[in-house]
């Protein structure tokens, strides 16, 4: 569900959380939804490509003072979405904390801290796609 775009933690557990993306997926594919991963859901999941294969983004937590290759790939996507005009440097600074801030504004359920983390990270795939 994750590779989906789905945003939820990767436990092991099928829980709500789990459950309410199954459901989600669903509906939007037009299956049965009943949360259940039978047959057609599974066969539709398969046929998912992970999200922004062409901007991959990194996995853990950048913010200011960040350097090195994962705030290069940070920086390519922002820029691709149009929040980040500065150079492509790999230094989190000033202008990545600002251009990651405009991207959270953008979405209600994330921070406005410009910290790069997990939430920030599947929502940007998502807006990437």
Do not use: H, W
């Not at 939804?33 to 950048?62: H, M, N």
């Not at 500065?86 to 991207?103: E, K, L």
Request: glycine fraction near 12%.
């Amino acid at each position: 569900m994750i590779a989906a775009g789905y945003s939820l933690t990767a436990d092991g557990i099928f829980g709500a959380g789990t459950e309410a993306a199954v459901i989600a997926f669903q509906k939007k594919n037009k299956l049965t939804a009943d949360g259940i991963v039978g047959s057609q859901t599974y066969a539709a999941l398969s046929k998912v490509k992970p999200p922004s294969a062409s901007y991959p983004l990194p996995s853990g937590v950048y913010r200011d003072g960040s350097s090195g290759e994962p705030v290069k790939q940070i920086q390519r996507a922002l820029q691709k979405l149009g929040l980040y005009s500065g150079s492509i440097d790999g230094q989190y600074g000033p202008q990545t904390t600002a251009a990651v801030r405009r991207f959270q504004n953008r979405y209600a359920s994330l921070a406005d801290d410009g910290v790069y983390g997990p939430g920030t990270r599947t929502y940007m795939l998502n807006a990437l796609k």
